[in-house]
């Protein structure tokens, strides 16, 4: 499914309280998303390995940007058949910055079932 509606969960950490504000990632619900982004300390901003980067990320990543909201990038269904991580990192490159730094080379065993 997809997020519609803002949601919000909290948790403890040490002595500091982590608010998680998940938000739609749909452009039919980007309102929803311009409600949140003053709120924010930082993001981590959802990238589908099979879909790469989509319209909505890119008008969020500038929005972000222009808001001097610090951004990491979070790749996921990196498991999907086909999935070449070199090409999503190319496009992300590409489409949003060429300031990324990756802090983990994914690697998946030759033996693994998806």
């Known amino acids: 499914g997809i997020t519609i509606q803002t949601g919000i969960t ?8 982590v608010n998680i504000i998940d938000t739609p990632g749909h452009m039919d619900f980007l309102a929803e998303v311009y409600r949140s982004l003053s709120v924010l300390d930082g993001a ?15 008008i969020l990543f500038h929005a972000l940007r222009k808001m001097g909201i610090p951004t990491i990038f979070f790749i996921n269904k990196i498991d999907q058949n086909g999935i070449d991580l ?10 949003l910055s060429m300031e990324i730094i990756i802090k983990q080379k994914v690697e998946l065993h030759p033996n693994m079932c998806v």
């Open 86 to 95: 070199s090409t999503v990192y190319q496009d992300i490159k590409e489409k």
């Open 10 to 17: 909290s948790f403890q950490w040490e002595n500091t309280k």
């Open 44 to 58: 981590i901003l959802l990238i589908s390995a099979k879909d790469g980067v989509q319209a909505q990320t890119r």
